[in-house]
């Protein structure tokens, strides 16, 4: 069964810290990964995504890795902003069709305090 | 929102009454989804289009139907809402298939009672 598993579910940092959000699946076969990011009461936004011949992938202060071997993602956050609360939404795409079958994580919340 | 918008934005309607959910781009993208999001669940596709009239259905399409007459719009029908469809439902588009890139819209929250 295709599943995207992400951990923590849910996690509380204080401004200024790092962090690192986990994300693990078992789709197949892999087309890429992306990383989203959801604010509160509004749509997902693209962070990275990522290619099976991609092992990392940066955006400002969101690094993103992927151990295709594995099958597990990470996204780490430097010197987080309270503007980084949100929702972060890992999705795999799987196949190689235009059928638009990605399959999401139920996500990370990230609550950042100053 | 990469020029989507949806209409309405919230919604409260009555078990048994047909609902339109209408999805707007200005983007000329090919492809347009329908998403559903729930508590304890990831995005769930409901329906996509790969261009005018050309739609098929996803994961959790049942109770469900679209239509797709012009390449801006896309619309979400409920034929009879029942609680179970209670949900926030997102729109998407991208230029491409599965590979590319999707942008998301702001999202319509619908409440079924």
């Known amino acids: 069964k295709n599943q995207v598993e992400q951990s923590p579910q849910s996690l509380i940092i204080l401004e200024g810290k790092n962090c690192t959000l986990q994300c693990n699946y078992t789709v197949s076969p892999f087309s890429n990964l992306r990383w989203y990011k959801q604010d509160t009461g509004r749509g997902p936004v693209s962070l990275t995504i990522m290619t099976f011949s991609e092992n990392t992938k940066s955006n400002g202060r969101y690094t993103a890795t992927l151990d295709a071997d594995t099958k597990q993602s990470s996204l780490h956050i430097t010197a987080s902003q309270l503007s980084d609360s949100a929702s972060y939404i890992c999705v795999v795409g799987g196949g190689s069709s235009n059928t638009g079958k990605l399959i999401f994580g139920q996500g990370t919340t990230l609550q950042v305090k100053p | 929102d990469a020029g989507i918008t949806q209409s309405p934005r919230h919604k409260v309607t009555e078990t048994g009454t047909p609902v339109t959910l209408r999805c707007h781009q200005t983007e000329n993208h090919r492809y347009m989804y329908w998403y559903r999001q729930d508590p304890g669940h990831g995005l769930r596709l409901i329906h996509y289009?790969?261009?005018?009239?050309?739609?098929d259905k996803g994961e959790v399409s049942d109770g469900y139907s679209v239509s797709r007459s012009k390449t801006e719009d896309f619309l979400l029908t409920l034929e009879s809402a029942t609680s179970s469809q209670t949900s926030v439902y997102f729109c998407a588009i991208s230029f491409g298939g599965s590979s590319n890139e999707q942008f998301f819209g702001p999202g319509t929250r619908l409440t079924v009672l």
């Open positions: 289009s790969y261009g005018v009239k050309d739609t």
